[in-house]
């Protein structure tokens, strides 16, 4: 059952406006979303009750009432929900990786759900201020891309963040090797000196070798997790050092110096080009903001370019048109260093 049908038979059974129906729907579906994120946390929360049990600071019979309601519902419901959401995961291979890549704090299949009710929680704001019929489906997909939004950013702050600490980590590692350390209890100096996400990196890598897996293969692993070029140059230096030997310690040094004169390179490039990038968000923040302009003042005229044959083809070659340009003025600023 739609949204829309939902509010109808609400407004025709309980004899309410539409405006207090909607908002008692919009309620209901928040309400199952909570319920469903909850169950689906559910078991880690069971677990860690049975410890506390287990550890004599809570008593057994106080939630046992709680524990089976919540076992029932995880076991009938939620968990198959999760293993359908777990599943469709699965196929996209690298969405996990995403989400590690990000340090997300939510799991995958939660994080599918919160976007499928922001989805709807869009597309119901959507109708409850009255936006004509085309503009509830935009409000659906506005509302559940914007959990992606999120991680997205969340990821770029990440990688931005280690590669901001990679000059330090090269010269702690190159004075670590300097007084007599290997290459492996310097990344522990790595570890224990610079903080996140550098620090949680660099320690995984550290254990992973503890636990028998080769150095070469631990770095590998890091890259994988951090796709940083300067990052890179130190896990093919650190394998070639390795293999044929040599000056370990002044390479990083080196290498540090080329990551620091590329910052300022990039500092110098981002000035020079900031009026280049203020123009292309004007131009393409231009027609969308005059259209809603226009919407507001007039918008029986707005509204043949969605009724009017001609005028959705103007709207697709308008979205095209503004994809194509975002694209050249991208390129355009974009300055390799």
């Known amino acids: 059952m739609t949204l829309t049908a939902s509010i109808v038979i609400a407004t025709s059974i309980l004899g309410l406006d539409i405006t207090t129906a909607s908002v008692l729907v919009g309620m209901g579906v928040a309400g199952a979303i909570a319920a469903v994120v909850y169950g689906l946390q559910g078991g880690e929360s069971t677990i860690e009750d049975r410890l506390d049990v287990l550890a004599g600071k809570k008593s057994a019979n106080a939630d046992l009432e709680n524990a089976v309601t919540r076992e029932a519902l995880v076991k009938e419901g939620v968990e198959g929900l999760s293993g359908l959401l777990s599943g469709l995961a699965e196929r996209f291979g690298n969405l996990k990786l995403f989400f590690i890549q990000a340090d997300s704090p939510i799991k995958v299949e939660t994080f599918l759900l919160i976007c499928g009710g922001a989805g709807l929680v869009g597309g119901f704001l959507a109708f409850i201020t009255r936006c004509p019929l085309p503009f509830i489906p935009l409000g659906i997909v506005l509302g559940a891309a914007m959990p992606w939004v999120w991680l997205i950013m969340r990821r770029g702050r990440r990688f931005k963040k280690f590669a901001s600490q990679m000059p330090d980590a090269m010269e702690l590692l190159s004075r670590a090797l300097r007084s007599g350390h290997s290459v492996a209890s310097a990344m522990k100096v790595v570890v224990d000196e610079l903080p ?52 370990l310690a002044e390479v990083l040094d080196k290498i540090g110096k080329i990551i620091r004169d590329r910052f300022r390179i990039m500092g110098q490039v981002q000035a020079l080009t900031g009026e280049g990038r203020i123009s292309g968000i004007v131009l393409m923040a231009l027609p969308i903001l005059l259209f809603f302009a226009v919407w507001r003042l007039n918008p029986d005229y707005v509204m043949l370019l969605f009724t009017d044959d001609l005028g959705r083809k103007m709207i697709g070659v308008a979205i095209v048109l503004q994809i194509l340009g975002a694209v050249v003025i991208q390129k355009i600023i974009q300055i390799k260093v």
Do not use: C, H, W
């Open 196 to 247: 996140d996400p550098i620090s949680r990196e660099f320690n995984i890598a550290y254990e992973e070798q503890n636990l028998g897996i080769p150095l070469e293969i631990a770095l590998k692993n890091l890259y994988y997790r951090m796709p940083n070029l300067d990052y890179k140059f130190f896990s093919m230096a650190v394998s070639i050092q390795k293999q044929t030997g040599g000056d």
